[in-house]
Nanobody
Framework: QVHLVESGGGSVQAGGSLKLSCRAS??????MGWFRQAPGKERDIVAA?????????WYTSSVKGRFTISRDNAMSTTYLQMNSLEPEDTAVYYC?????????????????WGQGTQVTVSS
């Protein structure tokens, strides 16, 4: 069993930055991902990082060049650095862990979810 807790959300103006953290307890080293869900919309993947050393990463096109996913296995923590934030980035952000894949980019591949953290970007 894995328990995930996100932190670091908040309110910023457009162009600002936030760094989200996802602390895992229990088994670690799984492939990790960050998702977001805006009001009235589906939950979509934002970024993913491969299991263990995190040598591979993936980003949805709208955040490429602005967001960076990373992991610190010694701290059992996965991060999402978000720069040049836009109002369209406003959403609840969730981290998730995948037991069975090297790197997962589909919601159905993820087994464990955090409770979410709100990110609000004002124009």
């Amino acid at each position: 069993q894995v328990h995930l807790v996100e932190s670091g959300g908040g309110s910023v103006q457009a162009g600002g930055s936030l760094k989200l953290s996802c602390r895992a307890s229990g088994r670690t080293g799984y492939a990790m991902g960050w998702f977001r869900q805006a009001p009235g919309k589906e939950r979509d993947i934002v970024a993913a990082i491969s299991m263990n050393e995190g040598k591979s990463t993936w980003y949805t096109s709208s955040v490429k060049g602005r967001f960076t996913i990373s992991r610190d296995n010694a701290m059992s923590t996965t991060y999402l650095q978000m720069n040049s934030l836009e109002p369209e980035d406003t959403a609840v952000y969730y981290c998730a862990a995948s037991r069975m894949t090297y790197m997962a980019t589909k919601m159905g591949d993820y087994d464990y979810w955090g409770q979410g953290t709100q990110v609000t970007v004002s124009s």
